[in-house]
């Protein structure tokens, strides 16, 4: 079973505040959280609890004047729209629910807004807003300026070039070249042992699963790359584990099996132990049955 909350003692306390309407406990904690990434991480607690959006409304009649209530509707909202959507392919998704879908993300758009006309600075709901340019489809020009809006204040927010890359793939608005030239310039622009990494294994199976050849994982070129992108960034030696970094050793050993390099998937499903993230897993289904069919793969192979 997978658990939301990667085994943070404070984000299942979280949760199971916001399970249990408890906005005042919810909100002390996340005021004490400073650190933009963590604060990023546990926001994304609240945008992924089920049933937000039936109480979030007594927490921002109760403090009008503050815009963390504001902040956690507008992320929830987005969750809340996706789950309508459904995980179908446009193909396989009705008019009906995409109606739905985007009738909830204008909400949560609406939401976001609120927080940065009277919050410039808040770095989460221009993140969220990233998400929702895409989802809206207001074009790469306007997610690109919200996303420059959150690096202006935090070059590095993990949570928002993850949002980035997923609209200049090409089944958004974007294309090949702009998703491996956006993974690329942001992995040699960090520093060595920053997670971002992984989003060089994202964009190699984005590329893959949409019109790529069969063979394009398992190219030497392609395994040097994800091996390059892994050395500066999660094997560094100035890397140091951190809240949610689990997703990027997840994309590691999901694109090191694709590529049949099962030696070096074993080495991330050994460090992911039970810290098992949803995607990319669920790409295939269940995302729990996936990943231990590919460990399994990877320690009989690797």
Not at 2 to 23: H, I, Q
Not at 38 to 44: P, S
Not at 64 to 79: E, K, S
Not at 177 to 200: E, I, Y
Request: charged share 25%; aromatic share 10%; net charge neutral.
């Amino acid at each position: 079973m997978l658990d939301p909350c990667l085994g943070d003692a404070d984000a299942s306390r979280l949760r199971e505040a916001l399970e249990k309407r408890d906005w005042r406990s919810v909100r002390d904690f996340l005021n004490t959280v400073t650190d933009p990434d963590d604060r990023a991480f546990y926001l994304g607690i609240c945008q992924t609890t089920p049933g937000v959006q039936e109480w979030i409304d007594e927490w921002t009649a109760a403090e009008p004047d503050t815009t963390l209530p504001v902040l956690v509707q507008g992320a929830n909202g987005i969750q809340w729209a996706w789950d309508a959507r459904g995980r179908a392919g446009s193909a396989q998704t009705t008019a009906r629910q995409f109606r739905e879908f985007h009738r909830r993300l204008k909400v949560a758009e609406d939401h976001l807004r609120d927080v940065v006309r009277r919050d410039p600075d808040d770095v989460d709901a221009w993140s969220g807003l990233v998400t929702t340019a895409r989802g809206l489809e207001l074009g790469k020009p306007e997610a690109r300026r919200r996303f420059d809006e959150v690096t202006r204040r935090h070059p590095l927010h993990i949570y928002a070039h993850d949002q980035m890359l997923q609209g200049l793939c090409a089944k958004w608005f974007g294309s090949d070249k702009d998703m491996f030239s956006f993974a690329r310039q942001a992995v040699t622009k960090s520093p060595p042992g920053n997670p971002l990494g992984h989003l060089v294994a994202v964009a190699h199976f984005e590329f893959w699963s949409g019109n790529g050849p069969d063979n394009h994982m398992t190219r030497s070129k392609v395994r040097d790359e994800l091996h390059a992108a892994a050395n500066h960034s999660v094997r560094h030696a100035d890397y140091r584990p951190r809240l949610g970094g689990q997703v990027s050793h997840n994309w590691f050993a999901f694109a090191f099996s694709l590529s049949g390099d099962f030696t070096a998937a074993r080495e991330h499903f050994d460090i992911i132990g039970q810290s098992i993230t949803s995607s990319p897993w669920q790409m295939y289904g269940d995302p729990v049955e996936m990943f231990q069919k590919m460990r399994a793969e990877a320690r009989k192979r690797g």
